[in-house]
């Protein structure tokens, strides 16, 4: 499956990794995944990732790579977990010379710059990193297993979220054979920013649903700043609604610095990607976002009504 992939990866001296906007555990645990087994298996080539990844695990997985634009433009990139140039978080991508992608996303048909393997029955983009690393017989150590791990069960709910569980419980004892420490990934992953309790209380005080079942919550910037968090940050946080009994989809607006806003929606059933997909995001079927251009009022309660319509059909399709 990674024939192309690989033939392209041992042709170039540089390779830098690049993943989306807003990265999540998938994304990041996939760029320092392959990396570092890449780094492994290739010791003379000049391999790094770029972008923000996932600073509370920097200590324990490892910081991202500064990298200058002469080097980028020497690169072969790697696109992880996401659909095109245009989805990546460091837009020097369209420097490299070349350009393959790996990815679990449903694929948009606007990537046609290179090679690419993109399986949508997988659940994580770590799911795919892993089945590169055995296929190719390339090293892996117990860095590379932890940062597949968190991939894994980021990506995946810690394991609630899943389209094949034979094949992720065996993969996941294989990375655990390798090295995966899941006791103190869990532990990361755990930890609560006391800033963070107040701002469980405002959403606790301040969500509004709708009559067909859609919990929602509008957060300004401001409201951000008093929290001292991001947009993002807020957003990965819209789980404290999920799962209400009569209220299927679940989604925060979280209002960026510079106007921008940047949506997550969550679903228990009907179908919340094509609705991300719409208004220019991605992700899963039942887990996705998007970063819409602005906070208008009309916006949002357009993509409200898209909810609502979507659990009615959902519900339509399901009597």
């Known amino acids: 499956m990674f024939e192309k992939i690989l033939e392209q990866i041992k042709k170039y001296d540089t390779i830098t990794i690049f ?14 995944g392959l990396r570092d087994s890449l780094r492994l298996s290739f010791p003379e080539k000049t391999i790094n990732a770029v972008g923000s990844g996932c600073p509370a695990f920097f200590s324990k997985l490892g910081q991202m790579d500064r990298v200058d634009d002469n080097t980028i433009s020497k690169s072969l990139a790697i696109l992880l977990d996401g659909n095109d140039l245009s989805r990546m978080e460091d837009q020097r991508i369209r420097k490299a010379l070349a350009w393959i992608k ?35 017989d390339l090293k892996i150590n117990g860095n590379v297993a932890d940062a597949l791990f968190l991939g894994i069960i980021t990506d995946t709910g810690r394991f609630q979220y899943i389209t094949n569980f034979p094949k992720a419980f065996k993969q996941a004892a294989w990375i655990c054979e390798k090295g995966a420490d899941p006791t103190s990934l869990n532990r990361i992953l755990n930890i609560t920013e006391e800033e963070s309790l107040g701002f469980k209380g405002f959403v606790f005080s301040n969500y509004k649903k709708t009559e067909s079942g859609v919990i929602y919550l509008i957060i300004s910037k401001e409201q951000i700043a008093k929290y001292h968090l991001t947009a993002s940050k807020a957003g990965s946080m819209v ?4 799962n209400i009994k009569g209220y299927p989809i679940w989604t925060f607006f979280s209002e960026n610095e510079d106007g921008t806003n940047h949506v997550e929606f969550r679903s228990n059933g009907p179908a919340v990607q094509p609705i991300a997909l719409k208004y220019g995001g991605g992700g899963h079927r039942l887990a996705a976002g998007a970063t819409l251009p602005n906070s208008s009022p009309d916006l949002i309660n357009q993509i409200i009504a898209d909810l609502d319509q979507a659990i009615l059909d959902f519900k339509k399709e399901n009597k």
Do not use: W
Request: charged letters at 25%; glycine letters at 10%.
């Open 102 to 136: 790996i990815d679990h996303h449903v694929d948009s048909g606007t990537f046609t710059e290179g090679e690419f393997v993109v399986k949508t029955e997988a659940n994580s983009t770590c799911e795919l990193i892993a089945d590169f690393i055995r296929e190719a």
């Open 19 to 32: 993943g989306h906007m807003n990265p999540d555990g998938d994304c990041y645990g996939a760029q320092i």
């Open 239 to 242: 789980n404290l609604v999920s």
